[in-house]
């Protein structure tokens, strides 16, 4: 049967309980942690966490006898003489929280809370940061100075709270979330481990509070929004999510009025459209965000995901270029200057969404990579762990795919930079003319292993050798764009290592391909004829037979060969009535035969056999009366 401890418990020497002295202590972060994530909060559920602390605060109430009458609700208060138990100290922390679990849900709910369920939220607020308060208390004097100083930062933090959704003092919620920053700093470096970890954590989550309230008073800049929206993760942050997102828009459409121009390849493009420079503006936010992304280690697809929303802010922009050309009345009745514009923006537009998409198929080539590289490493071994995970496997032919998508991708990058052939238009060909080649290389690389796999060796040799040549050509026009700076050098030396492979390769396709020959020809059989019909003669004449296998004119059938069979080994039918016809007794010297070598055993299970005593079948020496 469930009595009032059930829950998050804590063991009453190491975590909670009554130290010596009489003192209470309870570890009020690790508590409600571990209540959030075993209750709702893991899947973002405050319903559920709200019906938890409620049933929580039932079973405290029913196990202390602290019940309010039992009709007519009779308020209680806990005084501080009747602490005795740690649960005490637990009731004020689930009130606070199932107050603040109440808020939270109203703030999750579709399209917002409404005004009226806007001031509930905040009434629920300041019931959770007045709970918080009569813990603090409490614990300030019926427990030790570590559960003191938890109770107090978690008041602060729900004070901070209230101060930051009520939006009316933005110096005094600033006040409150950097006390409890400092107290939990502090507590980070005392007890053990895991409450350590927890209270980094928090620290953690109180930081982007900070920063939104020195934001708000104006010391410091709004282009930190982003960073600190990136921030965003746990349900202590849920009620500063939503805010964040509503500066950041208000702080977006501000910019996006200054911003007047676009540049590209040294030409200045006005922005006319404020719709278009918002769209332009949000992937410039989101190209600094996947610059960060590429710096730390994330998940492959949540880059895609960043991928995806510039894709999807871009295209909103040409769409808008073109609704403003549809405007001026057509291609063919706007102005030339209009033209001008309106054409050039378009191609700028197009040319980030070409870059970015040729990005992201090289990231996509990556992953393919290590995970083939993966496959022919594990290839031949019973990996159970690999084969566990069901991964779905991955061909040369994709990589074949991804590397013709690149390949169009530079094309039609080239055809839209390449405009009015200025220097910096120049330049960008160059570049663009040695990725091509690069990725030709890795496409003819990777096609040389897909024939090399269905067993086509002569075409393998053949791409092989072409891939050579391409990483050559690449490697020569990689020279001058290096010296100018514009070409990646990570690339050159996969260029180069590809080089290095497929020579590597071409040698062992050529081995293929002659043993293939010589097994389909004519079988085992033919081969080792051959080696038979060698001579060590000079000059020895050979004849080609219909099977096409070479042989010595003057190698016919001998005596020794035929034991079994009466026939005349004085001449053959042909020469029969030749009396010089020469003898057929044995071939002199031999013909050469295939022999099989002596297999090499190598025993290394002898050392370690113990065999069974022989003592005892050992000859005894017999011994006399007196000796």
């Not at 999750?108 to 300041?126: D, K």
């Not at 209230?162 to 110096?171: F, P």
């Not at 496997?393 to 074949?400: F, G, I, K, N, Y």
Request: charged share 30%.
């Amino acid at each position: 049967m469930e009595d009032g401890r059930t829950g998050p418990q804590v063991s009453p020497d190491k975590d909670g309980g009554v130290r010596e002295g009489g003192t209470l202590s309870i570890p009020v972060l690790q508590t409600i942690k571990a209540a959030q994530a075993q209750h709702g909060l893991r899947h973002g559920d405050y319903q559920r966490y709200r019906r938890y602390c409620t049933a929580r605060l039932r079973r405290l109430y029913k196990s202390l006898k602290f019940l309010h009458g039992r009709g007519k609700y009779v308020k209680k208060t806990i005084e501080p003489a009747m602490v005795a138990d740690i649960r005490y100290l637990l009731i004020p922390l689930y009130c606070a929280e199932r107050a603040w679990g109440y808020a939270m849900e109203l703030k999750q709910l579709p399209g917002g809370p409404s005004s009226r369920q806007r001031f509930h939220l905040i009434r629920r607020l300041t019931k959770a940061a007045r709970w918080g308060d009569v813990l603090a208390a409490l614990c300030s004097e019926k427990a030790d100075s570590r559960t003191a100083l938890e109770a107090e930062a978690y008041a602060s933090w729900m004070w901070g709270n209230v101060k930051l959704e009520r939006e009316d003092d933005w110096e005094g919620a600033l006040v409150k979330f950097l006390r409890a920053r400092t107290v939990y700093e502090q507590l980070g470096k005392v007890g053990n481990m895991e409450h350590q970890v927890l209270c980094r954590q928090r620290v953690e989550e109180l930081e982007p509070s900070v920063r939104y309230c020195n934001y708000k008073m104006g010391r410091s800049k709004g282009g930190d929004l982003l960073e600190m929206s990136r921030a965003m993760d746990g349900p202590a942050l849920d009620l500063l999510q939503s805010k964040l997102e509503a500066v950041m828009a208000e702080d977006r459409a501000r910019q996006a009025a200054q911003m007047e121009e676009l540049t590209w390849h040294g030409r200045r493009i006005p922005l006319n459209n404020a719709k278009t420079r918002l769209c332009i503006l949000r992937g410039q936010e989101l190209d600094k965000e996947l610059q960060v992304a590429d710096s730390t280690p994330i998940p492959l697809e949540r880059k895609l995901a960043l991928y995806d929303k510039i894709f999807v802010e871009y295209q909103e922009a040409k769409r808008h270029v073109r609704e403003d050309l549809n405007v001026a009345g057509g291609m063919a009745a706007a102005p030339r200057e209009v033209r001008d514009e309106i054409s050039t923006l378009d191609a700028a537009l197009t040319t980030l969404l070409l870059h970015r998409t040729i990005e992201r198929n090289q990231l996509l080539v990556s992953s393919a990579q290590a995970k083939l590289l993966k496959q022919q490493t594990q290839r031949g071994k019973e990996d159970k762990a690999a084969a566990g995970e069901k991964e779905k496997a991955v061909r040369p032919e994709d990589l074949v795919r991804l590397y013709d998508a690149l390949i169009q991708n530079v094309a039609d990058l080239a055809q839209v930079e390449v405009r009015d052939r200025r220097r910096e238009d120049e330049e960008a060909e160059k570049q663009l003319a040695v990725k091509r080649l690069c990725f030709q290389a890795f496409r003819c690389f990777y096609l040389g292993q897909s024939y090399a796999a269905a067993s086509k060796f002569a075409e393998a040799y053949l791409l092989y050798k072409r891939a050579e040549e391409y990483a050559a050509e690449a490697g020569r026009a990689g020279k001058e764009g290096m010296m100018s700076g514009g070409v990646d050098e990570a690339m050159m030396l996969e260029v180069q290592d590809v080089a290095n492979q497929a020579r590597a390769q071409r040698c062992l396709v050529h081995a293929d391909g002659a043993m293939q020959n010589a097994s389909t020809a004519d079988g085992i059989g033919g081969l080792v004829e051959r080696v038979g019909s060698l001579s060590i003669k000079e000059n020895a004449p050979t004849a080609m037979t219909k099977e096409g296998q070479q042989q010595d004119q003057t190698a016919g059938v001998y005596l020794t060969d035929m034991l079994d069979r009466f026939e005349s080994a004085v001449g053959s039918s042909a020469a029969a009535g030749r009396r010089d016809a020469p003898p057929r007794i044995a071939q002199i010297p031999p013909s050469f035969r295939s022999v099989p070598c002596e297999p090499l055993m190598l025993n290394t299970a002898l050392s370690a056999i113990q065999f069974p005593s022989l003592d005892h079948r050992v000859k005894k020496k017999k011994k006399g009366w007196f000796w």
